[in-house]
């Protein structure tokens, strides 16, 4: 049996704020990343040529389907099989970027699709053009079905986060593991880690939510 | 060709690797579908402190990491005697961890039978036991099974975890062989091609079947 030791744990304290940082970076980075690379990937399965759409259709299900794990080491390794070195950061923030911009565009299509049809067919009916149409009927509907599927991404993007530390990134993980390498102390470091994410992602969750709830009263869809 | 060379040279450890992953995730679903259960109808259950047990039990593995969970079990619990076998705890983890997110599938999908059936099996004299296990369960397993593929697929990439306390699974195998040969195109890439051919041509249609069995098997085929 083994005593905790609140001692060790306030001597830890100021490397793991450090740490906690450097995971909010990861997670705030990598998800810039997947907003934007969410659109592209939806914007290439909406374009005229069948070929990019099945491509594009494609490459989203297997990023989908397949471990982030493998992918962070995939971007990892491959690079200087060519000669191109990345850094360890790079090609977490990259790896994460791809895999959270896939499932995000799933999202927004999600989002897209869940807005009527006689929707788009009264935008027409009028005569807007079609960038109005997306603009100022469409989007606005679309958007909160979707945000509360970007904010679930945004949650577990951070909880995503330790795979990095599997390239040396050094987040919270990654600090654990090396504080237990180096005191053989294990009880403290990785319990934590586990209090840290639980107090970041338990209120993440609470505010989503509210968010979307607000979101949804402003646009007068009140459910 | 060289990358016939490469799936001749390693071949074994590869089958080996997507054998051992293959057993990690049958047995990860089991525990997950369980554990899902369980907490599922605790979760819905009238007595407050069962109710919390469960609460507790989903909001704790559904706010940290997976790979956190893994290490604390592997690394912390021998502190405390329990030591688990490496194979033992990688499935356990997975499974504890996906279990929490399924129990909210299961609890969203029993609150979405309709009320009818509810006041039907009351109306019947049914015992509460019978009402859940023969009216209501099959009709949400009917209404959760679609959000259940998604999980099972979550359930075989977390698997791949548990590589990372040296359970010889495929990531582990082809891990190995990147660090012994720097193939890491041919080694990571074939292994993201199986993982995708699992879940594709596996997991997915699987699925599918078992929702219209399921459908046909309650009338709503």
Known sequence: ?223 | MAYLDFLQTHGDRLIDGTVVTVFQFFLATAVAVSVALLFGLMRLSQNLAIRSVAVGYIEIFRGTSLLVQLFWIFFVLPLFGINLDKFLAGFLAVGLNMGAYGAELVRGAILAVPRGQWEAAVALNMPRSRRMWRIVLPQAFLIMLPPWGNLVIEILKGTALVALISVTDLMFEVRQINIATFKAVEAFGTAILVYYAMARLFVTPCMRALERAMARKTGKA
């Open chain 1, 1 to 223: 049996m083994i005593e905790w030791q609140w001692g060790l744990v306030w001597e830890l304290a100021p490397r793991f704020v450090d740490a906690t940082g450097k995971t909010l970076f990861a997670a705030g980075g990598g998800y810039g990343i997947a907003v934007v690379l969410g659109l592209v990937f939806l914007a290439m399965q909406r374009v005229p040529l069948p070929a990019v759409r099945v491509a594009t259709r494609e490459f989203v299900e297997l990023i989908r389907s397949t471990p982030l794990l493998l992918q962070i080491f995939f971007v990892y390794y491959v690079g200087p099989q060519f000669g191109l070195i990345l850094a360890p950061w790079t090609a977490g923030l990259i790896a994460i970027g791809v895999h959270y911009g896939a499932y995000l565009s799933e999202v927004y299509r999600g989002g897209i699709e869940s807005v009527p049809k006689g929707q788009w067919e009264a935008a027409r009916a009028i005569n807007l053009p079609t960038v109005t149409a997306y603009r100022r009927i469409v989007l606005p509907q679309a958007l909160p079905p979707a945000i509360a599927g970007m904010g679930n991404y945004l949650v577990g993007i951070f909880k995503d986060t330790p795979m990095l530390s599997v390239i040396g990134v050094a987040e919270l993980m990654h600090t654990a593991t090396t504080i237990g390498a180096e005191s053989y102390r294990y009880l403290e470091p990785y319990t934590m880690v586990g209090a840290i994410f639980l107090a970041i992602s338990l209120p993440a969750a609470f505010c989503v939510n509210a968010f979307e709830k607000w979101v949804r009263r402003k646009l007068g869809m009140a459910k």
